[in-house]
């Protein structure tokens, strides 16, 4: 059974996603936040697995909540919600250390399936969504700039690496491509997070689209995907 944290301050939009996430008796909603000072208290309180964490929350907001709970020892998978696909606040909640993020009108099917992967140590991207704001996050040169910098600290075969999970690619599609077996992949994948200071494969996507590591015919390719975030200390993969 997977336990599940419900942030949201319109009562109705917890009440839906409660109704269409324990209809198949594999979920369990264990708390409800309506702010993210809440939401924080009720991680430490019931220990869900995932938290769907809405980021326009009045007091304390979802971003905030969302580094809070990532900085724990234990910390659940926070998925952020959002009204609008093109709500720049995301970005935010990613380098907050959300491991990924939805659009409120994600289908019910399509919902239950991605909070299961979540569980699982994945992350869950609307491929909308993502194309948006990797657009709009790698917009300016700044942005550029910055990006290239941090990734030409990389060794070469960690920027192929870091290409690929720009793309989208899960960790034997990326050893298939560069002809490497998975464990050495992981540990490219570990290390290279470790190098950037980056929290999960969601954000090394991002920079890698901010430093121009995804070849332009392969920006829109990105599909709604699974890609294995935990890391090597809990025994799972990064």
């Known amino acids: 059974m997977i336990k599940l944290l419900v942030a949201d301050d319109d009562p109705m939009v917890r009440r839906h ?3 269409i996430l324990a209809s198949t008796g594999e979920i369990e909603v264990v708390a409800e936040a309506e702010d993210g000072a809440e939401a924080v208290e009720a991680v430490l309180r019931t220990a869900p697995d995932v938290v769907l964490m809405d980021i326009r929350m009045p007091g304390v907001d979802g971003i905030t909540a969302t580094a809070e709970i990532t900085r724990l020892s234990t910390p659940p998978a926070v998925i952020a919600l959002t009204t609008f696909d093109s709500d720049t ?3 935010r909640a990613l380098a907050a250390g959300a ?3 939805l659009v409120k009108s994600t289908p019910p ?3 239950l399936d991605l909070v299961k992967v979540a569980a699982q140590g994945h992350t869950v991207l609307s491929p909308t969504a993502a194309r948006h704001l990797i657009s ?3 917009r300016t040169d700044d942005h550029t700039r910055a990006a290239q910098e941090k990734a030409d600290a990389l060794s070469e075969r960690e920027r192929d690496v870091l290409g690929c999970l720009g793309e989208g690619l899960a960790n034997g599609e990326i050893a298939a491509r560069l002809f490497l077996s998975e464990t050495t992949v992981k540990s490219y994948v570990s290390r290279l997070l470790d190098k950037l200071g980056l929290a999960n494969r969601t954000q090394a996507g991002l920079l890698a689209h901010q430093a121009r590591l ?3 015919n392969r920006q829109d390719e990105t599909p709604l995907r699974a890609c294995q975030a935990k890391s ?3 025994g799972q993969e990064r």
């Open 99 to 101: 491991s990924g993020f």
């Open 109 to 111: 099917e399509d919902l």
């Open 17 to 19: 996603l409660q109704t």
């Open 214 to 216: 995804v070849p332009d």
């Open 89 to 91: 606040h995301v970005l």
């Open 232 to 234: 090597p200390e809990n």
């Open 136 to 138: 709009r996050s790698a």
